[in-house]
């Protein structure tokens, strides 16, 4: 009888925190990571693995996704997952929340949160959990049951109140499906914020309050309004460059600000900035960080912002926050060298092209926001991120270990003895264009069609357990949900 069930050898061990890459052996039991030393004995093994000198990452924690927004959850969550194993993403942690879209109904989380689960149960090729949004004023008492049913981050989608996901909109009680009365506004926003506190001070949840926190989606709905009238009535802008004046990244410097204040009254100290996308808004974020240093704060960007701007694309880069013009995409990655960012995600939100463009299809008011692109945020992070000196150490870290720790998935992120073996190899030595028919997405398009990586994930295993291999998924759906506060 073998030691181990598996062997990778001859690899490159990029590990979050080490200084450089190691050449490590990797021995995987029972779905952990059970040896990983300079040379290991491939007769230990059941099956050995050649790396082919190959870098070895922790498998990416994509910590915001989109599964159900515009496709039911169930057939998100099959399709999506095999994009996720294909860009080397082993947990992804998706968004949900009552109203228009996802399952377009709204109600009791204690009824609705069962159903999400049922939904996904069986499906994914990743593991994945959700961050749970509370619309409603009923929502803020069931904060309790939820964290009961392993949630452990909350979102705040801060223009909701009064803009459209899209534009411009008059009625967003309609698209919220608020009850008669209600409004998602600042005051509910800190009334959010009171009631994650309260929870996180039960002594219930004393060994895991370090791990809730809320995340915000920093845009001014007010702001947006006036400019959106703005550009629209001047006709002077078209295509994603009008879309980025229409929300200007001062909006995003306002809301931030909004919300840190906020976090300081309440007094919850977990604050995650969502998908920042301009020098502007990360110039607020760092302001809030020196006026409040007792509030732990996270600050997040997309792939998609560093690599495209708002003149490289067309519609289908509509996003919400925008684009932005290419000196904002600079200042990310200024401040993303500089150690301000703590991680990177996709937010991918696959949108089939028959629901994403309007008519005409060039009226980028018209379009529908988001888009795919976890099976693109490891490789064109070491594509982008080496050519300005970001190490692959580093690189780990900002896909894996930090949102891993924050988010609560206590058994991921690291290459360590007894965490999951969750890993992907990565061939950084090819050469190839994006097109988004090579893509496992459902989506049949991507803003980053005709881009240039020199990196390509050849291999992911899942909790030991082979997912994607030379171009295609493999096996069954062998993704679970992750409970992110059992004791």
Not at 14 to 23: D, I, L, M, N, T
Not at 56 to 66: E, I, R, W
Not at 347 to 368: R, S, Y
Request: aromatic residues 10%; contains cysteine.
């Amino acid at each position: 009888m073998t030691a181990y069930d598996l062997l990778i050898t001859n690899v490159e061990v990029a590990r979050p925190g080490a200084e450089s890459v190691e050449k490590l052996d990797v021995a995987v039991k029972d779905g952990k990571f059970a040896k990983i030393a300079p040379s290991i004995a491939a007769s230990e093994a059941a099956e050995v693995v050649d790396g082919k000198g190959q870098t070895l990452f922790p498998g990416v924690v994509d910590g915001h996704q989109h599964w159900g927004i515009y496709n039911p959850l169930d057939e998100d969550t099959a399709k999506e997952s095999r994009a996720n194993a294909q860009g080397g993403v082993t947990a992804g942690l998706t968004y949900v929340r009552t109203g228009a879209y996802y399952l377009n109904k709204t109600g009791s989380y204690e009824e609705i949160y069962p159903e999400v689960l049922e939904l996904a149960e069986g499906k994914a090729y990743s593991d994945y959990a959700f961050h749970v949004a509370p619309i409603n004023q009923s929502h803020l008492t069931e904060i309790p049951y939820l964290i009961d049913q392993g949630v452990a981050s909350f979102k705040i989608f801060m223009f909701y109140g009064a803009h459209g996901l899209h534009g411009r909109s008059a009625d967003q009680g309609k698209f919220l499906m608020l009850p008669e009365g209600e409004s998602y506004d600042y005051g509910h926003f800190e009334f959010v914020m009171r009631a994650i506190e309260e929870a996180r001070r039960d002594p219930k949840y004393a060994d895991i309050k370090d791990q809730i926190s809320l995340s915000l989606h920093c845009e001014t709905a007010e702001i947006m309004r006036a400019y959106t009238k703005l550009v629209q009535d001047e006709g002077k802008l078209s295509g994603l460059e009008a879309y980025s004046a229409s929300r200007p990244p001062h909006s995003e410097g306002l809301a931030v600000t909004i919300a840190s204040y906020l976090a300081y009254e309440t007094e919850l100290p977990n604050i995650n900035l969502l998908h920042l996308t301009s020098a502007k808004a990360l110039d607020a974020a760092m302001k809030m960080q020196q006026t409040f240093p007792h509030i732990n704060f996270r600050r997040e960007v997309t792939i998609g912002h560093l690599l495209a701007d708002c003149h490289t694309g067309n519609p289908a880069g509509k996003v919400n926050p925008p684009l932005r013009p290419r000196e904002d995409v600079e200042a990310l990655w200024d401040h993303l060298l500089a150690g301000n960012i703590s991680w990177v995600v996709s937010d991918h939100a696959c949108c089939k092209e028959e629901a994403k463009f309007g008519d005409p299809k060039e009226d980028v008011f018209l379009a529908k926001s988001g888009f795919g692109g976890a099976e693109y945020l490891l490789p064109g992070l070491v594509s982008e991120g080496r050519k300005r000196g970001l190490s692959y150490t580093r690189i780990a870290e900002l896909v894996a270990q930090a949102p891993a720790e924050r988010y609560g998935l206590t058994s991921k992120g690291r290459i360590e003895e007894g965490f999951d073996a969750d890993f992907c190899l990565v061939d950084d030595t090819v050469n190839y264009t994006v097109r988004a028919e090579d893509s496992e997405s459902a989506q049949e398009y991507t803003p980053l069609e005709g881009y240039e990586m020199s990196a390509a994930v050849t291999a992911t295993y899942l909790r030991g357990g082979v997912v994607f291999r030379d171009g295609q998924v493999v096996g069954e759906p062998r993704g679970e949900y992750v409970n992110r506060t059992r004791a």
